[in-house]
RNA sequence: GCCCAGAUGGUGGAAUUGGUAGACACGAGGGACUUAAAAUCCCUUGGCCAUAACGGCCGUACGGGUUCGAGUCCCGUUCCGGGCACCA
């Protein structure tokens, strides 16, 4: 018989695939379209290892068979080139990140070449191209020249339909409208914002051009804004909300601190209804969607008015307006500018004494520490519903973030004004029908309200109404306070959301340049037509001396804007040519849109052309990992979203449906020394010594027993090893931790195909379990996978290296295994199941094997049906079954239900609920026949005897149950 | 603290969604072929009891429940993983 020479196989098939474009995609109307998509890579000095392929296998597999079905498939990779690992390695080198990036993406290329991916490379792209940062450059203008609304500022002419929950608008309708009305009227229109800003049109049109930008940036989407910034001094950066986690920065573990500075940010919290709402329309699993829900974090309460017994006043939020019969006192956050107004002269002491103790504390320390710390304001807030006088303090458990900065404090039904008021002897007033508050607060938000106003007192009278709780459930109590407040004027309805504007900047060489120059303090945009501006050479890509970011270093950089080019920084004048941004863009500018560049990547006049927008869409199925869930995914919803404002982008969420891989952790194996010796003993025996165990090498160990020649051969230390053996061989302990190369853990892909072929490696990742599922690799199993390769590919040749495909009819048993085959492997990759196909696969080849089937219309379609797992040895054999076009242009096998088509069924008959034996029934036996011939069989007497039956139940084909008594 | 997902042999994992639990693979044990090794093939492999043979009982983290019948549905408990967390 031919050996399975899958060396031969696969080199001959790569140069095959290039040789051919086999994999070129192009927009074809005729075809409907697929669109894949892997999460690209960040690609690290480290290559591969065996876990990076598992979600690029899986979409593979996918996207091969959708080709199979005749769809039109895109499937792209790429590179997320700007990153973080680069510079640090520049800056300790002086080697151009760059020349870092482009060598780890060849070698990366070089490693994903070896597993036969069908991806499209004319179609590759990479965030630090520049014509491919052209386009997030691009994109960041359009968001600084645009705003955002829930209403159409202006009256469109057709009155067409609004979207739902707000979309951009160009910048100049605003400013058209500040031009006639000032800010009056503007709160209907539902403008985002960072604050409520009033002024007339008159004052507008008197302001100067800097005065102008400052205001327009309060309401643009990509704007310049003086916030609290989560700053990482090591890193020597600022750092979005999500790449800090408890205090220290997700990247290097490094403490972050809260700073105040002046940052380019994105309005995302403007799309926080468009971004949850959207999560009801694709396919994602629940778990990431309710991660991503969290991250938004929507609640819907009441803003009221407080004012203050001194005259001031400042507005709460507050999700229980049913309990403002509760309120015992108000509480303000520290950082909030209400405080000022609000003190006292004579607790103004008190109070800078407690606000810089706040300062003195670092974000870590409120976290983890939570004791009760606050101090009173000197001042008392007037309940507007009660007409209660509440002592206002000032704590910081109350968030300047969140809400209003300003809370109403109901120690009875809140944990937290609970631990307050207990602290400093505040009353507490219970308002739940048997609510029980002497050791703890009632927070549960069910039961009937009571104590609304209390007995024998009525509250404020507005307009002859006064509001009465009483007996109402607390989801009763709450619409009905709302209700109050809105009619008498006291407050608004309010929505909140935890989801924050994304941080911009940051203080880095190796990320995407701004578009920006400053004109007299006056950002600026540099012109559309200009773009892209190219990333400066610097010498040193650490910050100046001056402590500017990196790009202060660049010599070049300046923008001349009579003759619209980069100048010198010499020619600085401050009239003609003017300083460009030091700040470069984050990670996720680049891998926001890219989705969408690969529809289009040459594309040098737009981000993507109308055509390919059109026939493209959106992704059909995304692949990638969970962790991606509050950035990069959050990120790309908000930017796609901004898109399709823009109408560049089709669809309002990008990826349909998305899956996500698991993480595949390492197994280390360890060697046991008997302590102060060179002496290594074996697992079953290390606990008559005193050992250590040491991680050892996975790739000398086989089946946890170790090669001691191997090991000797590792490190010279080990060259006089000595070991203890059980049974002759030297067994090695083993742990599941993450794969790295301290542990010695790390499988590398090359090395699994080099000794087992890229197809077994992609049948064996696929089988180790399901792919949403984190697991452990090991190695051992692989041999399973390579010996069904090897009966698939037997089941082909015969003696003499001959095929033995012959044109002979199929037996009804051959056309069973192959129709059975077809529907399992059909439904699974649909299910994205492939851990349960390969079973299949492996069954009907030994089914086959059996059946001695020789015949074409079998192993024809059967060699179809492997190629989306195993493309290399299924173009060999279609091949040599005498095509002459790829495997990839066949036709999925279509599944004929008559070959499945049972005339008996075996079924389990059971007597009280359990099975005694199996019997054969007609497969279209009804209940009644079957109860009948289980009465009348042989096997049954036994259980019948002397009983009485007391029920019979039957469904036919699947189960017969008899109970006796 | 709140929310989400999970727990099945020595191991990775199956189970037509309420119908013969443990498919398939690894590992282990036994055997065949071979001078030998590799490769290949065959048998056994959840536990306990039993046997010349048939067979029986127990078993899907734990405790209850619904049902003729529960790994699957419901209630409670434990443990592991993930998210959010002074968010009012």
Redo the contacts with the bound molecule.
């Keep these: 018989m031919k050996e399975y020479n899958f060396r031969e196989i696969e080199q001959k098939w790569h140069q095959n695939w290039v040789a051919n474009k086999t994999y070129k995609v192009t927009e074809d109307e005729s075809r409907k379209k697929f669109y894949v998509l892997n999460m690209f890579p960040y690609p690290s000095g480290a290559g591969l290892h065996v876990g990076h392929p598992l979600g690029y296998i899986a979409s593979d597999i996918y996207a091969r068979f959708k080709r199979l079905q005749g769809y039109n498939v895109l499937n792209p990779m790429g590179y997320d080139a700007y990153g973080l690992p680069a510079e640090q390695y520049a800056i300790q080198t002086g080697q151009h990140p760059e020349v870092t990036t482009f060598a780890n993406i060849d070698r990366y290329r070089e490693q994903l070449d070896k597993i036969g991916f069908c991806f499209d490379w004319d179609r590759e792209v990479r965030t630090c191209a520049l014509g491919y940062y052209h386009w997030t450059q691009w994109a960041f203008q359009k968001m600084f020249q645009s705003c955002f609304s829930l209403t159409p500022l202006t009256p469109s002419p057709k009155g067409e339909g609004e979207m739902l929950g707000g979309k951009a608008r160009p910048i100049a309708d605003l400013v058209a409208y500040f031009e006639q009305n000032g800010t009056e009227g503007l709160e209907q229109y539902g403008v985002a914002c960072s604050e409520e800003l009033n002024f007339t049109a008159e004052e507008w049109k008197a302001m100067d051009e800097k005065q102008k930008s400052d205001v327009l940036m309060n309401y643009r989407i990509a704007f310049l804004g003086e916030t609290m910034v989560n700053w990482c001094p090591q890193l020597g950066t600022v750092l979005a909300?999500?790449e800090v986690?408890d205090g220290v920065s997700v990247r290097g573990g490094f403490p972050v601190e809260q700073k105040k500075m002046r940052q380019w940010c994105l309005r995302v919290s403007a799309y926080a209804q468009r971004l949850l709402d959207g999560l009801n329309t694709i396919q994602w699993?629940?778990?990431?969607k309710?991660?991503?829900?969290?991250?938004i974090?929507r609640?819907e309460?009441?803003e009221v008015l407080i004012k203050t017994t001194e005259g001031a006043e400042f507005t709460?939020?507050?999700?229980?307006?049913d309990?403002m019969f509760g309120v015992t006192f108000f509480?303000l956050?520290p950082e909030s500018e209400l405080v000022e107004q609000v003190t006292t002269a004579d607790q103004k002491a008190e109070v800078e004494k407690y606000l810089s103790y706040v300062k003195s504390r670092t974000e870590r320390e409120?976290?983890i520490?939570?004791?009760?710390?606050g101090v009173f304001s000197g001042a008392y807030g007037i309940n507007p519903i009660t007409g209660d006088k509440c002592p206002i303090y000032i704590?910081?458990?109350?968030?300047?973030?969140?809400?209003?900065?300003?809370?109403?404090?109901?120690p009875a039904h809140?944990?937290?004004?609970y631990?307050f008021a207990k602290h400093f002897d505040l009353p507490i007033v219970p308002l739940v029908e048997g609510a029980d508050v002497s050791e703890e607060s009632y927070?549960a938000k069910e039961g009937i309200v009571t104590n609304s106003p209390a007995e024998g007192k009525v509250a404020v009278e507005y307009d002859g109404e006064s509001l009465c709780l009483n007996g109402k459930t607390i989801k009763e109590a709450i619409a009905e306070t709302k209700r109050f407040v809105k009619a008498h004027n006291l407050g608004r309805v309010k929505v909140?959301?935890?989801l924050?504007d994304a941080i911009f900047s940051r203080q880095r060489y190796w990320g995407e340049p701004f578009p920006v120059y400053y004109k007299n303090g006056i950002p600026t945009m540099i012109p559309e037509e200009c773009l892209p501006i190219e990333l400066p050479a610097v010498e040193k890509f650490l910050p100046t001396e001056t402590g500017e970011p990196p790009l202060g270093n660049a010599t070049k950089w300046a923008w001349d804007e009579a003759n619209k080019k980069i100048v010198d920084n010499a020619l600085i004048d401050n009239k003609t040519v003017f300083p460009i941004e030091l700040y470069t863009m984050p990670g996720f500018a680049g891998s926001s849109a890219y989705y969408l560049r690969y529809m289009d990547p040459q594309n040098n006049e737009a981000l993507i052309s109308e055509k390919c927008a059109d026939y493209w869409q959106n992704v059909d199925l995304y692949v990638g990992g969970?962790?991606h869930?509050?950035g990069h995914l959050i990120y790309s919803r908000f930017w796609n979203k901004f898109l399709v404002d823009l109408g560049v982008s089709k669809k309002e969420e990008p990826f349909q449906k998305l899956v996500n891989q698991?993480m595949i952790q390492g197994r280390s194996n360890f060697v046991y020394r008997i302590k102060d010796t060179n002496t290594f003993v074996s697992l079953g025996l290390k606990d008559q010594y005193d050992t250590t165990p040491i991680h050892v090498d996975v790739n000398i160990v086989k089946?946890?027993?170790l090669d001691t020649d191997a090991f000797k051969a590792w490190r010279p230390e080990y060259a006089t090893a000595e070991f203890v053996l059980e049974?002759g061989k030297y067994v090695c302990g083993w742990a599941i931790e993450k794969m790295s190369k301290s542990m010695f853990n790390v499988v590398n892909p090359d090395m699994i195909v080099e000794n087992y072929g890229a197809d077994t490696l992609r049948l064996y990742e696929m089988?180790?379990?399901?792919v949403e599922?984190?697991?452990?690799w090991?190695t051992?199993?692989?041999?399973?996978?390579?010996?069904?390769l090897?009966?698939f590919w037997?089941l082909y040749w015969g003696k003499d290296d001959q095929l033995q495909v012959t044109d002979s009819e199929p037996t009804a048993d051959n056309m069973k295994t192959l129709h059975k085959l077809i529907k399992k492997v059909s439904a699974d990759i649909e299910?994205f199941?492939y851990?349960?196909s390969?079973?299949?696969f492996?069954?009907a080849t030994?089914e086959l094997a059996?059946q001695k089937c020789t015949s074409k219309k079998v192993l024809e379609p059967l060699a179809v049906l492997i190629a989306p797992f195993a493309p290399h040895i299924a173009e060999e054999l279609w091949e040599a079954m005498g095509h002459t076009t790829s495997v990839c242009d066949a036709q999925w096998p279509e599944l004929d239900e008559k070959y499945l088509v049972e005339s008996t069924v075996?079924?389990?008959v059971?007597f009280?609920?359990?099975?005694?034996?199996?019997m054969e029934f007609a497969a279209d036996a009804t209940s009644q026949q079957m109860i009948d011939q289980v009465m009348a069989a042989e096997e049954s007497q036994r259980y019948l005897q002397d009983k009485q039956v007391?029920?019979t139940?039957a469904?036919p084909g699947?189960?017969?149950?008899i109970?006796v008594k």
Excluded at 290 to 295: A, D, F, G, V
Excluded at 958 to 961: K, L
């Design positions: 909300n999500d986690v699993s629940d778990s990431i309710e991660t991503q829900k969290n991250w974090g609640s309460g009441t709460i939020f507050t999700t229980r307006a309990t509480v956050a409120r976290m520490d939570h004791t009760v710390t704590a910081e458990y109350v968030l300047a973030g969140y809400g209003t900065g300003a809370i109403m404090a109901v809140d944990s937290r004004d631990a927070d909140n959301y935890r924050r969970s962790e869930a509050t698991g089946n946890d027993v049974d089988f180790l379990g399901p599922q984190s697991k452990p090991d051992n199993g692989i041999d399973g996978c390579f010996r069904f090897k009966k037997a299910a199941s851990n349960t390969i079973p299949a492996m069954v030994s059996q075996k079924v389990g059971q009280c609920g359990k099975v005694r034996f199996t007391v029920k139940i469904v699947r189960i017969v149950n109970v």
